[in-house]
């Protein structure tokens, strides 16, 4: 069976935005807008929350996962931070 969601791919582009991960902000409503397969054992999800968007990072470990998340964008700019990480052009 082939895979639904994209993929980020292995390789990072040259030049690759290094981007800050944090520890979720938790209490706001979150919505899901995009997401990455999970086939593999990091997910990645475009999420949206209080009118800013960010992106989740989930590492599918046995025990627990380890999320973590981006800062805070105006929805355009994360969904060009987005685009950004499905291209290798973030990470």
Not at 52 to 78: C, K, M, S, V, Y
């Amino acid at each position: 069976m082939s895979c639904l969601s994209p993929h980020v791919p292995d390789r990072r582009q040259p030049g690759c935005t290094k981007l800050a991960w944090f520890d979720p902000w938790g209490g706001a409503r979150v919505r899901v807008l995009a997401w990455t397969c999970d086939c593999l054992a990091i997910v990645y999800e475009l999420c949206q929350a209080g009118g800013q968007g960010f992106i989740r990072r989930t590492l599918q470990n046995e025990d627990a996962p380890e999320i973590r998340e981006t800062h805070r964008w105006p929805i355009p700019q994360a969904r060009d931070v987005w685009a950004a990480l499905l291209t290798g052009r973030a990470r």
